[in-house]
């Protein structure tokens, strides 16, 4: 094989280019086969599109390396793919554009242009997916024209011709799929209210008129599938006294409630009702009652219905539907329950002042009335016509007042129009006579304006009070009725193509993924239907779950729909994640207790893969976009954003005046050059000098220079090398093409320095040994011990700090002797904090290790562990009293003890203290320390030893993960001395680091690696790559691996646990005030949190290398608007104090989840080492496994 060039990415190999643009560095181009082509100078532009097809013709598509002779035949193929997806051409075009950006505009060029073209790509991604699925915009708009229609007996009901099952208004049934909404009309019958749940009393009637309303309606027309299936069932009740009907409304509800409580066909859910917050406020919230608990307190739910209706709002049950009778189809519904009382009045008992009084007065509780007909449609005549003639009187009144005579909007009949779905002659206009004549039909049409203009009106302030992105789809449905409404205004202009977009975008990525929340929520409801019937396992969830996961799996990673590597792995971790919650016996049911929370967690985590693929389709939706737009520009009290709550906040409870957020925090020891790389820009002017070319080309030189150092060339190379190799081409060229855009921005970001140079800063050089028996070593002058893997990457004057700042947790009045125990108790540092500094620049969590070695008599274990006990309740209530350190709690096994509780409940926990000591659980404080301008978490872990009299034997009760014994850090000498001589004695040769020893070590390292890649982790990867090198004692993946932590990945990894602290303190705060004891957390330290916590989300949210959605750092800090107050007077921030923030802060933490794993497996991908050995491992991972019975650290080292 021929030599590899320097600067040149080759499979297999270990050299790595340096990615640093417009350096003295030369470079030249690499060709298809990855040799070198002589550099030359000329117009960039000429180079980048071909123009003399002559000339390219004798051209060969790629330099053909003799072992590549026998590919020909396919780089014709992949000629042709290329030029009839026409990527080649765009590819060019996008190019083109940022090298002209730069020369027409400003002298700038990006240092990292690679984020951009990633944006660029995705848009094209989608747009060619959403064209593979749907036809042409000509096409599109013919499937869009009008049905053809057919009028029936009542005025300006319609419905399609030879097709009338359907029926509605004509703005309405034109766009419809009548055969398609024809597959509903079992589930309409058979959850339409029966008749026995219809309370009736003396003198008073009760019927329901059934319709469908939502996304359901256009089935087939504009939607593909909808998400769920919404039915409007209004009850219409006649009789003299109002109270009384809405009583009988009542009662029929309860009643048919609890009818669906008790069939299995639809499982019922759920109510969800309207709920004033306070009678000063216009605003609404939503109550959810459970099935059980309308059941159990029929009294509250009736009163609830009772003000939801007289506010004249609808509430909604809901359900999961089984479509079909005869198959186990199930989709999420609702049900949307109205009222409607038409009050009979005895005109001969008025007195003789009163006005003059129809005999029928019809009073509506709908929010506005005849909307159902411009909502949605029915799918029977009858109750279409009963709705419709319901407000007869009330249309008369108002076409009279109007003056408007022979406004007849009846469908006339349109046999000459050929429909969509059919073609046949109409049928003649019935003649009706008499009683069949419901009202005039001349003058009744429902198009009045004080009718039409508050739907019209509701539909804008819905579309302008939503979010552009995050609500899109409750935009789209309403902008499409509103559309619909009124379709002549939007025929023409700038509006031609509006239905086209939606259109487009309802057969999008972000509507699948949309249907995969509706989902979400409706399985979480159904699991808590479950487990309120105490059922362990249920075979519906089992089945709706499984097929969630089917979903998600076909729309995130679907060989037809090929997806970006970033896509994948969320893909692979949701998997991940979801079939955690699954049995691995009895057929995989599913575990309900757990599936809730993981679906809760997975609903927010995809939250942000919506946001992405939303920005996407709307890139393309130029028409969509500008209308929402102008709608929102129309009415902008409408579009109001949060804003933070401004108090006057006594300072007497604060303490300290607050922080504003004009000062900047630093955040750990951030590499500045790194952090800068997003928004640096190359001057072209100031690098002419450095360009050795002749000034007449010299543009054009420091243009071709900055893309050879850009490295685009190896990039396209890399993109064809992976269509030359794969098993076949894929249907959509741009994901691969993304995937490797990723990769090169990642490169740009993190590769500026050799590897050598990397390995160079990490290593620690002054470590000395200590006791050469022990492999005990030290830093001169520190007063810190360990042994030597601690101390390879440890940054000495970062240590030194924290080790000051955790110093107060060491617990130095525990008794020495207790009886005929003797007592010893060694602390050290432990975890991924000792490679904070040079390796690892944020402080997420400390882990600290607390040993206690109790020696006595043999037959004395339990009384031991019972000392020990009262040895950490004495040390807990300690730092209490102190109020230095807040303390959230002691986790002992599955239980968390607040102080409170443990002070309180002193028996339980020591009991319970006992009890997961002798099953070797963890028990661990939960606690904060005081650092820079922040609480920094602690978890003090405590891990008991039992010696006996003769020191044979030495029980641990503790899970014992063999490498954390490799990366402790003692205070003390003689401390670290009795621990690894205790340690020493347990291994089968003396030696710690024996080849034997560290082999077992390295089996577990091995294990934990592959638990993490499973988990989809990979800064835990790589952290553990850490751990292996260090046993191993070479330095193969520092250098990956520093470049992993100083990623963005490490950035979001870092914001979350900001996020996650605020969230402890939080919880803190309020369990002080609920015991109404002292609080020791410091509130100008949280207000500097917050701060801090508000300035760096929006800097890492808004990163271009974390390719994030546009729109993420509104919604981040919309969110965080939500939880946060500012004092009026001074400015400040500070965190509120309420149940509701750590809900909050905890989806913001899962939003950034998702991005923190999309580029930490980027990264992932641009490390060759690191690849290569967890491929290894994960090659033998099987083996591993069946032959161990170990258990991971994870099982007793919560995660952030």
């Known amino acids: 094989m021929s030599q590899v ?20 560095q030369t470079r030249s181009p690499t060709d298809a086969s990855g040799n070198r082509r002589p550099t030359t100078v000329g117009n960039v532009s000429s180079s980048l599109h071909e123009t003399d097809p002559q000339q390219q013709s004798k051209r060969p598509f790629f330099n053909l390396r003799s072992e590549e002779q026998l590919l020909h035949p396919t780089l014709s193929v992949i000629k042709n793919y290329l030029q009839q997806t026409d990527l080649l051409t765009k590819w060019n075009v996008w190019i083109s554009k940022l090298l002209n950006n730069a020369t027409q505009s400003k002298p700038l060029l990006p240092y990292n242009p690679y984020p951009t073209l990633v944006h660029l790509f995705q848009q094209e991604a989608e747009s060619f997916n959403i064209s593979a699925q749907v036809s042409e915009d000509e ?76 996304e359901g309606v256009f089935h087939g027309s504009f939607i593909p599938k909808p998400a769920a299936i919404d039915f409007r069932i209004e009850y219409l009740i006649t009789g003299p006294d109002i109270n009384k009907g809405i009583e009988m409304f009542v009662k029929s509800i309860l009643r048919d409630v609890v009818a669906a409580s008790r069939q299995h066909t639809h499982p019922f859910l759920g109510l969800s009702i309207p709920v004033k917050l306070s009678d000063d406020s216009d605003e609404w919230t939503i109550d959810f009652w459970t099935p059980s608990q309308v059941q159990n307190y029929p009294d509250d739910f009736a009163k609830s219905v009772f003000e939801c209706i007289s506010a004249n709002k609808f ?7 089984k479509l079909s009778e005869y198959a186990d189809d199930y989709l999420p519904g609702y049900k949307h329950y109205g009222l409607h009382i038409i009050q009979t009045t005895a005109t001969e008992d008025l007195k003789d002042d009163d006005e003059p009084t129809p005999a029928q007065r019809l009073v509506s509780f709908a929010e506005f009335p005849l909307s159902t007909l411009y909502d949605g449609v029915f799918l029977k005549k009858t109750h279409a016509e009963s709705y419709l003639m319901l407000f007869a009187p009330k249309l008369q009144q108002l076409h009279q007042n109007a003056g408007n005579v022979n406004v007849n909007t009846r469908a006339k009949p349109q046999s000459q129009k050929k429909s969509r779905w059919f073609s046949k002659t109409a049928k003649q206009p019935s003649v009706l006579v008499d009683g069949f004549k419901y009202f005039d039909r001349d003058i009744a049409a429902p198009d009045v304006w004080q009718i039409t203009a508050p739907i019209k009106s509701h539909y804008q302030q819905t579309i302008c009070s939503k979010h552009q992105v995050s609500d899109l789809f409750e935009i789209l449905h309403k902008l499409l009725l509103l559309v619909l409404m009124d379709r002549q205004s939007f025929r023409s202009g700038d509006n031609e193509d509006l239905l086209i977009d939606i259109y487009r975008v309802y057969h999008s990525t972000a509507y699948y993924i949309h249907s995969l929340t509706i989902m979400n929520k409706t399985l979480k409801k159904l699991i808590q239907r479950e487990a309120e019937l105490e059922k362990e396992q249920s075979d519906l969830v089992d089945a709706q779950y499984k097929q969630y996961m089917r979903n998600m799996n076909e729309i995130l990673s679907n060989q037809f729909f090929e997806r970006s590597c970033d896509v994948e792995a969320v893909n692979e971790i949701v998997q991940y994640r979801l079939k955690q919650s699954l049995e691995t016996t009895h057929g995989g049911s599913v575990i309900l207790e757990r599936a809730s929370s993981v679906l809760s967690a997975v609903k927010e985590y995809i939250s942000t893969l919506f946001l992405r693929f939303a920005e996407d389709v709307l890139e393309d939706s130029t028409t969509l976009v500008d209308m929402i737009k102008k709608l929102k520009e129309a009415l902008p009290e409408y579009s109001k954003k949060p804003v933070t709550p401004q108090l006057k906040l006594d300072d007497a409870n604060t303490g300290f005046n607050l922080v504003s957020e004009g000062v900047i925090f630093k955040h750990g020891v951030e590499v500045q050059t790194i952090i800068k790389h997003q928004v640096t820009k190359l001057d072209i002017i100031a690098c002419a000098d450095a360009i050795n070319a002749p000034k007449t080309i010299t543009g054009e030189a420091i243009l071709l220079k900055y893309l050879t150092d850009l490295h685009i060339d190896e990039v396209w ?14 249907g959509n060229p741009y994901p691969r093409l993304i995937t490797q855009l990723r990769k090169a921005a990642v490169r740009m970001n993190l ?13 620690q050089a002054n470590v000395k040994v200590a006791d050469d028996t022990n492999h005990l070593y030290t830093i001169p002058g520190s007063n810190i011990y360990g042994v030597e ?28 002797r207790k009886g005929l125990f003797r007592v010893a108790s060694c602390f050290a540092v432990n975890g991924e904090i000792i490679y904070y500094g040079s390796m690892d620049p944020y402080i997420n969590q400390i882990v600290v290790h607390e040993h206690c070695y109790i020696k006595g008599p043999d037959d004395s274990v339990q009384e031991s562990i019972k000392i020990y006990a009262k040895i950490v309740y004495d040390h807990v209530l300690e730092l209490n009293r102190k109020k230095n350190h807040p303390i959230r709690g002691v986790q002992v096994g599955g239980s968390l003890f607040t102080v409170n509780e443990m002070i309180k409940e002193k028996s339980d926990y020591l009991s319970e203290f006992q009890t997961s000591c002798n099953m070797k659980e963890p028990i661990f404080l939960r606690c904060f320390v005081f650092l820079e301008w922040r609480y920094v978490p602690i978890l003090k872990y405590f891990m008991f030893h039992y010696i006996s009299e003769a020191e044979k034997e030495t029980q641990s009760f503790f899970i014992k993960p063999s490498a954390e014994h490799y990366r402790n850090i003692f205070f003390n000498k003689d401390k670290a001395l009795f621990y690894v001589q205790k340690y020493k004695k347990t291994l089968p040769v003396v030696d710690m680091y024996h080849s034997d020893n560290v082999e077992k070590v390295l089996e577990e390292v091995t294990l934990e690696i592959d638990a993490s890649c499973k988990e989809g982790n990979w800064l835990m990867v790589h952290r553990w790559l850490l751990v292996f090198d260090l046993l191993n004692k070479n330095s193969e993946h520092f250098a990956e691996v520093w470049r992993m932590l100083h990623s963005v990945a490490g950035q979001l990894e870092y914001v979350s646990s900001l996020c996650q602290s605020l969230a402890q303190l939080t919880l803190i705060k309020l369990q002080h005030i609920q015991d109404g004891s002292q609080d020791p957390v410091n509130d100008l330290i949280v207000s500097q949190m917050t701060v801090a916590l508000k300035q760096k989300l929006k800097d890492v949210s808004s990163s271009k290398v974390a390719m994030a959605p546009k729109c993420l750092p509104e ?29 909050i802060l905890g989806e913001i933490r899962k939003m950034l989840l998702l991005l923190r794993d999309a580029t930490s497996h980027d990264v992932h991908q641009t490390c060759t080492a690191a690849r290569n050995t967890v491929a290894s491992i994960k090659k033998k991972s099987g083996e591993t496994t069946n032959k161990n019975t170990w258990t991971s650290i994870k099982a007793i080292s919560p995660r952030i």
């Not at 004509?170 to 398609?180: A, D, Q, R, S, Y």
């Open 5 to 24: 060039p320097s600067g040149l990415r080759k499979r297999g190999t270990g050299v790595r280019a340096v990615y640093r643009p417009l350096t003295s």
């Open 1115 to 1143: 919604i981040l800090d919309n969110k965080l608007k939500k939880v946060t107050i500012r004092d009026e007077t001074t400015g400040g921030l500070i965190i509120n104090i309420h149940p509701k923030t750590n809900r």
């Open 751 to 763: 590769q500026s320095d050799k590897e050598e140079d990397v390995c160079k800063k990490l290593i």
């Open 789 to 816: 893997s601690a101390f390879t990457l440890l940054d000495t004057g970062q240590i030194l700090t924290l080790i000051s700042s955790i110093k107060p947790l060491v617990n130095n009045s525990f008794p020495h």
């Open 139 to 214: 096409n599109i708009q013919a499937m869009l024209e009008e049905n053809s229609l057919e009028g029936c007996d009542t005025p300006c009901i319609v419905s399609p011709e030879e097709n009338a099952h359907v029926w509605g208004l004509k703005e309405i049934i034109h766009i419809v799929n009548p055969l398609m909404l024809k597959s509903y009309d079992w589930l309409l019958k058979d959850i339409t209210p029966k008749k026995d749940s219809l309370l009736i009393y003396d003198d008073y009637s009760n019927q329901v008129m059934c319709s469908m309303i939502g």
């Open 717 to 730: 190379h890399d993109y064809l090398y992976d269509l030359l190799t794969a098993d076949h081409l894929p």
């Open 315 to 321: 509430f909604i049950a809901e359900y999961l539907f």
